[in-house]
């Protein structure tokens, strides 16, 4: 409440300067400049409050392989927020939705921060709820701790996907759930030193008769990689974060930018079908250092297979 009152007072000090600047313009020019910064200050203060609520977004699959209904919840790019002390409201919020599986997308960490102790507490919480597993995003694998952090992931007990494949069974159903985060070039015939393990890993995974769902931090990678012919691998889902929705939502235009897609990326979030398979990319929870959300607020997303 302290901090509202802050911000209020704040508000209406700036609020204050700017009338006495506009009284001294011309009564037309006074009129716009007013009407101009009465939207700015709605669109802060409606930016602000939708970044502390939390959105769910629900889809519904029919899938074949699926024989018994199965619930995932998937969050994604925590970015160290807090919604609550200790993600209270957060944690809440996915119990409230009777998960059968939690899979989380990466990024809960910031890479340029040193202290991570954010991204690893919530995780033994979200276990309490449901069998929980968590692929690896780019803030994970660039920190200056990485190797440490991912050892203390994996420490809380978390299924961790490090490039890995598990098979489980879920109300009856087998599921073979990835999660991928190796990258290989290929451009011209020149193949990385990646590639073999790449492609070893993918058509291992494709090759599971079970319901399979991809966890990849990096939706990108399907226009990179599994669009093509000769990264073609079968897989029934695919569930990605990293673009933070696009940041900014433009009404009717979608998401302005994502990283390595650019501008109006054509992965912003939302259900896509792409070539064989289907991929749902979240908006994901937290904030970028380089933008900042708006009219984009803070997602949990619901998974329905039947």
């Not at 519904?60 to 919840?73: A, G, T």
């Not at 990849?216 to 000769?230: L, T």
């Given at each position: 409440?302290?901090?509202?009152?802050?911000?209020?007072?704040k508000i209406k000090?700036?609020?204050?300067?700017?009338?006495r600047?506009?009284?001294?313009?011309?009564?037309?020019?006074?009129?716009?400049?007013?009407?101009?910064?009465?939207?700015?200050?709605?669109?802060?203060i409606?930016?602000?409050?939708?970044?502390?609520?939390?959105?769910?977004?629900?889809?519904?699959?029919?899938?074949?392989?699926?024989?018994?209904?199965?619930?995932?919840?998937?969050?994604?790019?925590l970015?160290?927020?807090?919604?609550?002390?200790?993600?209270s409201?957060?944690?809440?919020?996915?119990?409230?939705q009777?998960?059968?599986?939690?899979?989380?997308?990466?990024?809960?960490?910031?890479?340029?921060?040193?202290y991570?102790?954010?991204?690893?507490?919530?995780?033994?919480k979200?276990?309490?709820?449901?069998?929980?597993?968590?692929?690896?995003?780019n803030?994970?694998l660039?920190?200056?701790n990485?190797?440490?952090?991912?050892?203390?992931?994996?420490?809380?007990?978390?299924?961790?996907?490090?490039?890995?494949?598990?098979?489980?069974?879920?109300?009856?159903?087998?599921?073979?759930?990835?999660?991928?985060?190796?990258f290989t070039?290929?451009?011209?015939g020149?193949?990385?030193?990646?590639?073999?393990?790449?492609?070893s890993?993918?058509?291992?995974?494709?090759?599971?008769?079970?319901?399979?769902?991809?966890?990849?931090?990096f939706?990108?990678?399907?226009?990179?990689?599994?669009?093509?012919?000769?990264?073609?691998?079968?897989?029934?889902?695919?569930?990605?974060?990293?673009?933070?929705?696009?940041?900014?939502?433009?009404?009717?235009?979608?998401?302005?930018?994502?990283?390595?897609?650019?501008?109006?990326?054509?992965?912003?979030?939302g259900?896509?079908?792409?070539?064989?398979?289907?991929?749902?990319v979240?908006?994901?929870?937290?904030?970028?250092?380089?933008?900042?959300?708006?009219?984009?607020?803070?997602?949990?997303?619901?998974?329905?297979?039947?």
């Amino acid at each position: 409440m302290n901090f509202l009152i802050t911000i209020f007072a704040k508000i209406k000090k700036a609020a204050l300067a700017c009338g006495r600047a506009i009284a001294a313009l011309p009564k037309a020019v006074a009129i716009s400049v007013t009407v101009c910064a009465v939207l700015v200050l709605l669109v802060v203060i409606i930016t602000y409050f939708q970044q502390q609520s939390l959105s769910v977004t629900y889809y519904e699959l029919e899938e074949e392989k699926i024989e018994n209904p199965v619930r995932i919840v998937f969050i994604s790019d925590l970015h160290m927020r807090e919604f609550g002390a200790g993600n209270s409201r957060l944690i809440e919020k996915i119990k409230e939705q009777a998960p059968d599986i939690i899979a989380v997308g990466g990024d809960f960490c910031n890479k340029t921060e040193e202290y991570y102790g954010t991204a690893i507490e919530i995780l033994p919480k979200l276990m309490q709820i449901a069998p929980t597993y968590y692929t690896l995003g780019n803030h994970e694998l660039t920190h200056q701790n990485s190797a440490q952090m991912v050892a203390d992931i994996a420490a809380t007990g978390v299924n961790l996907l490090n490039n890995q494949t598990e098979e489980i069974l879920v109300n009856g159903n087998k599921i073979a759930v990835c999660g991928l985060n190796m990258f290989t070039h290929v451009d011209d015939g020149f193949k990385d030193d990646n590639y073999d393990d790449f492609m070893s890993f993918m058509k291992d995974f494709a090759a599971y008769d079970s319901y399979r769902l991809l966890l990849c931090h990096f939706p990108h990678y399907s226009s990179w990689y599994f669009e093509k012919d000769k990264f073609s691998f079968d897989f029934e889902l695919m569930i990605s974060g990293h673009t933070h929705g696009g940041e900014i939502i433009l009404p009717f235009a979608g998401g302005l930018f994502a990283p390595e897609q650019g501008f109006f990326p054509k992965y912003d979030y939302g259900l896509f079908n792409v070539k064989n398979y289907k991929m749902i990319v979240s908006r994901g929870l937290g904030d970028s250092h380089y933008m900042r959300r708006v009219n984009n607020p803070p997602e949990i997303v619901v998974v329905d297979l039947k």
